[in-house]
């Protein structure tokens, strides 16, 4: 289906899984709680996040199994919008799976993810790449070749159990466990961020569109 296409924005689809975030924010990120109306710690935000589909459908196509790659840059509160976005695709998709995940991925799709179609005044791209997404007991492992290297995990709260901000209104999900990143590094698109030791998210996913 193309990316221009009449029918996009009216094709049912489904995500399920896991999405891990890391940014600039010194301390957990505001915008969990506030939804965008506060200012990330720096004052602007640089992120890379990394998403595993364990279900996920596209019309009558399949998208279960494959991972995706993101990069964002946001000037100021994440509400106002002016952001940047680039995409990663898992080079494992078929044609249909990375057509359906950058119609899903750029907002195009509407939906849970239809807010990128507003906030992002500009998409960098989409790329095919490897992106593998790892779990080793806590930690979370993102590596898109050399452009994104990312490591997160949660932290330790009371009793060694994980800290979770519950039934937020927050666009990923409810439930957000607050992590930290031992490894938080972008090459890509002239940008060099490395944001180890800094704010990070993992959410579990159920994301659907095109309402």
């Not at 509400?79 to 195009?108: C, H, M, P, Q, T």
Request: some cysteine; charged content about 25%.
């Amino acid at each position: 289906m193309a990316l221009d296409d009449a029918s996009v924005g009216t094709v049912p689809w489904t995500i399920k899984g896991e999405l891990i975030l890391n940014c600039n924010c010194t301390v957990f990120c505001p915008c969990v709680v506030s939804l965008g109306k506060h200012a990330p710690t720096e004052g602007y935000c640089q992120a890379w996040s990394g998403v595993r589909i364990d279900e996920g459908q596209y019309g009558d196509t399949d998208l279960s199994g494959l991972n995706v790659g993101l990069m964002l840059e946001i000037p100021g509160l994440m509400a106002r919008g002016n952001w940047k976005a680039a995409a990663y695709i898992d080079e494992r998709a078929s044609d249909d799976a990375y057509e359906a995940l950058v119609n899903i991925f750029s907002g195009k799709a509407r939906g849970t993810t239809g807010l990128f179609g507003v906030l992002v005044s500009e998409f960098l791209g989409a790329e095919r790449a490897p992106v593998i997404f790892e779990t080793e007991g806590k930690a979370r492992r993102l590596m898109v070749g050399k452009k994104i290297q990312g490591e997160v995990v949660p932290v330790e709260g009371h009793k060694g159990e994980d800290i979770v901000v519950t039934n937020t209104e927050y666009w990923m999900g409810p439930d957000i466990t607050v992590a930290t990143a031992t490894k938080g590094r972008v090459r890509a698109f002239g940008r060099v961020w490395d944001f180890d030791g800094r704010s990070a998210e993992i959410c579990q996913i159920d994301w659907k569109g095109p309402r």
